[in-house]
T-cell receptor, first 112, second 115 residues
């Protein structure tokens, strides 16, 4: 069974600084996809970024980028120039087919 | 506007009562999903449906039931058999069953509380 582990229950960062959230996963599949979702206090789940396992190039979306290490089964999220609106719970998720498996989440607080 | 709506926003259940959570989407998506979120935890899949009149159990289906009579609608019933129903419930949809390239869109959620 696939599992996703986020080892940092909480993180904090100062506004304008950079923070990295960690995620590891376990799978025997070769083709799969990884995601980072953001859940702000409104509880609405928002897709932040997606990575295809067959792509060696790390995905980027504006201030958000990932460090995908397939052999190590690691998928970290880097947020640059942190903003107050980035305060949220962040979930790492995995899918190979049919459903998403989520990690436990990391609460990120951005301080002014 | 296209999207997913869930109602009600808050729902209270009495002991032994069945309650139904509504989920509607106008995105013309074939696949729909129900997740449960407990405080400080990730989402766990309850049921999913890849097409009308078809649905599959997820990881924690016991005590829940669903139906998929229309493409737009995927209601979730929390039965009296679910002994610990207090949680936040999220509905989601994707254009087809996830193979990775599809994006899963989420509704705003329903908070269920037991009286």
């Amino acid at each position: 069974a696939q599992t996703v582990t986020q080892s940092q229950p909480e993180m904090s960062v100062q506004e304008a600084e950079t923070v990295t959230l960690s995620c590891t996963y376990d799978t025997s599949e070769n083709n799969y996809y990884l995601f980072w979702y953001k859940q702000p206090p409104s509880r609405q789940m928002i897709l932040v970024i997606r990575q295809e396992a067959y792509k060696q190039q790390n995905a980027t979306e504006n201030r958000f980028s990932v460090n995908f290490q397939k052999a190590a089964k690691s998928f970290s999220l880097k947020i640059s120039d942190s903003q107050l609106g980035d305060t949220a719970m962040y979930f790492c998720a995995y899918t190979s087919y049919g459903k998403l498996t989520f990690g436990q989440g990391t609460i990120l607080t951005v301080h002014p | 506007d296209g999207g997913i709506t869930q109602s009600p926003k808050y729902l209270f259940r009495k002991e032994g009562q069945n309650v139904t959570l509504s989920c509607e989407q106008n995105l013309n998506h074939d696949a729909m999903y129900w997740y449960r979120q407990d405080p400080g935890q990730g989402l766990r899949l309850i049921y999913y449906s890849q097409i009308v009149n078809d649905f599959q159990k997820g990881d924690i289906a016991e005590g829940y039931s669903v139906s998929r009579e229309k493409k737009e609608s995927f209601p979730l019933t929390v039965t009296s058999a679910q002994k610990n129903p207090t949680a936040f419930y999220l509905c989601a949809s994707s254009i087809r069953l996830l193979e990775g390239t599809e994006t899963q869109y989420f509704g705003p959620g329903t908070r269920l509380l037991v009286l």
